[in-house]
């Protein structure tokens, strides 16, 4: 199925805006960002992670409740922060059950369970969500640099591949498209579009699944290096954003965007 559409994954349904969103965000985002530009007056706000020093932010993802979760290569640990109370409040380990160690570059939640994407072991696990310990998972010979699930099945945004490749939770291979970019990092899906990160360009991409177009979103290009794009997660209209070096947990209210031009380029 190389290269070939696959189907729209749900009912369309827009980003929502601001006004929508359940009054219980943390008072420390929200307000702009004054250290580094986003084109065409886009508006951002992020928190400061802890372990300052320790570099290696990469998976994140939402829980569908009120944490966000983001993996740390040094710590081998995820991360739990609290949205409402804007901290970080839970730790999970990384798999202890490997032999050696995993390293994460990708992470998902499947409403009971994280996924992870391995390249350490070449290997995609479903893990529980207080030890840590491996379920299951399956081979994945490849650099898996994001992980989402879509409510039934996973997909995974491949540097090895250049493309955005489907799979059941056994391992099945479903489908793949390919997609622009030279460093992909990232992924997030808003029930009817892929986001996912250049890390090389410092660009975000929006990919429609049923045809398999990709636009460039130049509003969402950060000028002043906030440092690599590592992770993308999803949540209630707002894109999250991880990125290494800054060591920071960004947050955009996608409703500011030209959506009209973004969807006419996506058809």
Do not use: C
């Given at each position: 199925?190389s290269?070939?559409?696959?189907?729209?994954?749900?009912?369309?349904?827009?980003?929502?805006?601001?006004?929508?969103?359940?009054d219980?965000?943390?008072?420390?985002l929200?307000?702009?960002?004054?250290?580094?530009?986003?084109?065409n007056?886009?508006?951002?706000?992020?928190?400061?992670?802890?372990?300052q020093?320790?570099?290696?932010?990469?998976?994140?993802?939402w829980d569908?409740?009120?944490?966000?979760?983001?993996?740390?290569?040094?710590?081998?640990?995820?991360?739990?922060?609290?949205?409402?109370?804007?901290?970080?409040?839970?730790?999970?380990?990384?798999p202890?059950?490997?032999?050696?160690?995993?390293?994460?570059?990708?992470l998902?939640?499947?409403?009971a369970?994280?996924?992870?994407?391995?390249?350490?072991?070449?290997?995609i696990y479903q893990?529980?969500?207080?030890?840590?310990?491996?379920?299951k998972?399956?081979?994945?010979?490849?650099?898996?640099?994001?992980l989402v699930?879509?409510?039934?099945?996973?997909?995974?945004?491949?540097?090895?591949?250049?493309?955005?490749?489907?799979?059941?939770?056994?391992?099945?291979?479903?489908?793949?498209?390919?997609?622009?970019?030279?460093?992909?990092?990232?992924?997030?899906?808003?029930?009817?579009?892929?986001?996912?990160?250049?890390a090389?360009?410092?660009?975000?991409?929006v990919?429609?699944p049923?045809?398999?177009?990709?636009?460039?979103?130049?509003?969402?290009?950060?000028m002043?290096?906030?440092?690599?794009?590592?992770?993308?997660?999803?949540?209630?209209g707002?894109?999250?954003?991880?990125?290494?070096?800054?060591?920071?947990?960004?947050?955009?209210d996608?409703?500011?965007?030209?959506?009209?031009?973004?969807?006419?380029?996506?058809?």
């Open positions: 199925m290269g070939s559409p696959v189907p729209a994954l749900a009912l369309p349904v827009l980003p929502k805006p601001l006004t929508d969103v359940p219980r965000l943390p008072p420390k929200t307000g702009p960002l004054s250290n580094y530009t986003i084109n007056d886009i508006r951002a706000d992020y928190i400061d992670l802890p372990f020093g320790l570099l290696i932010w990469t998976g994140i993802t569908g409740a009120d944490h966000i979760w983001v993996a740390n290569n040094e710590m081998k640990v995820i991360v739990g922060f609290s949205i409402p109370k804007a901290k970080q409040e839970r730790m999970v380990p990384f202890s059950d490997l032999g050696t160690p995993a390293t994460v570059t990708g998902t939640w499947d409403g369970h994280f996924w992870i994407a391995d390249p350490e072991h070449q290997m893990i529980d969500a207080l030890t840590g310990k491996t379920l998972g399956f081979p994945y010979p490849g650099l898996a640099n994001g699930w879509d409510g039934g099945s996973l997909w995974l945004v491949s540097q090895t591949n250049r493309a955005l490749e489907h799979f059941s939770p056994e391992g099945e291979r479903l489908g793949s498209l390919p997609i622009p970019g030279s460093w992909p990092s990232g992924l997030a899906w808003d029930g009817r579009y892929f986001w996912y990160s250049d090389n360009q410092g660009v975000i991409y990919l429609n049923a045809n398999g177009k990709a636009s460039e979103v130049p509003a969402l290009k950060f002043m290096n906030p440092g690599t794009f590592n992770g993308l997660a999803w949540m209630h707002y894109l999250w954003i991880v990125t290494e070096f800054h060591e920071r947990l960004h947050r955009v996608v409703s500011q965007l030209d959506w009209k031009a973004l969807e006419a380029a996506l058809q």
